[in-house]
C-alpha cells in the first residue's frame, strides 16, 4: 500500500484549496489506479 499524504499531495498537484479535492491518497499504482479520501465538512462549498 502507498499512501500520500496531504503534503505530498500539495507537491504533486497544482490544485490548491477550494479546488484541492483530494485529502488523502490511500493506496495507488501510477498509470493504473488511485483510491483517495476527501472529507466533506458542513460548510464547506459544493461545486
Do not use: S, W
Not at 21 to 46: M, S
Amino acid at each position: 500500500m502507498k499512501t500520500l499524504d496531504i503534503q505530498k499531495i500539495k507537491g504533486l498537484l497544482p490544485h490548491r484549496y477550494p479546488f484541492l479535492l483530494v485529502d488523502k491518497v490511500l493506496d495507488h499504482e501510477p498509470r493504473e489506479f488511485l483510491t483517495a479520501i476527501k472529507n466533506v465538512t458542513y460548510n464547506e462549498p459544493c461545486f
